[in-house]
């Protein structure tokens, strides 16, 4: 198995731009996660899907932020526009209901600086 | 919401050694605490978790136990490696995983050698 795949792995992009990150996760899996990780906030919860459907978006931070997931092997997180705050790690985590198999399994992340 | 407050943010410890990390966290119906390990520049990548029916569990030199009527959790380290070095985050979530996790802000543990 691939584990979950995230793209890019790196991203410069300067204030006021658009920023798509992406994932593609686990293969059978049904909940899909994103994730921030900054020094000072630590991890945090962005918003939650369970076969497609957005859960919990209370961790957005605001409107610039939206997420979708048009299918179950693909999900975006868009910020638009970007702001030099927004800088962070950006996970993608993945999990699937039933049984002990609900261990979330993280992406490798998008490094995301905005100048 | 759910609130997870975790002790020592730095720990140090000579190799061979043990190490405790220790997480409080705030909600009563949070019933899944995974513990995570992520090396510098990596992705967090889960050590051992427990469930709260479950007040002790043990993977080779890895344990964590729970205290359901204290809220709190730990996570223990025997005989330490010098690969062990890394941050670890404490995690809460009331749906069993199957949910969003609140992370605690992590401990940097060093081994010395």
């Known amino acids: 198995d691939a584990g979950v795949i995230q793209s890019p792995r790196h991203e410069v992009t300067e204030m006021g731009q658009e920023v798509t990150l992406r994932c593609k996760p686990i293969s059978g899996h049904d909940y899909l996660f994103w994730y921030r990780q900054t020094m000072m906030r630590g991890l945090e919860l962005l918003i939650y899907f369970n076969n497609n459907v957005p859960i919990d978006d209370s961790g957005m931070p605001e409107d610039r932020f939206s997420a979708k997931m048009p299918n179950a092997s693909f999900s975006t997180l868009k910020i638009q526009p970007s702001e030099p705050r927004d800088s962070a790690v950006y996970f993608c985590?993945?999990?699937?209901?039933?049984?002990?198999?609900?261990?979330?399994?993280f992406g490798p992340g998008t490094r995301l600086l905005v100048l | 919401g759910e609130n997870v407050e975790q002790h020592p943010s730095t720990l140090s410890v000579q190799e061979g050694d043990s190490a405790v990390i220790k997480c409080t966290y705030s909600d009563s119906a949070s019933n899944y605490f995974p513990w995570y390990k992520q090396e510098l520049g990596k992705r967090p990548q889960l050590i051992i978790d427990i469930r709260s029916n479950v007040g002790e569990k043990k993977d080779q030199r890895i344990a964590v136990t729970l205290n359901k009527t204290a809220k709190h959790f730990s996570l223990h380290i025997t005989e330490t490696q010098p690969e062990d070095s890394a941050v670890y985050f404490c995690?809460?979530?009331?749906?069993?995983?199957?949910?969003?996790?609140?992370f605690g802000k992590g401990t940097h543990l060093i081994i010395q050698p």
């Open positions: 995690a809460a979530s009331p749906g069993g995983g199957a949910d969003g996790l609140t």
């Open positions: 985590a993945s999990s699937r209901t039933g049984g002990l198999a609900e261990t979330q399994y």
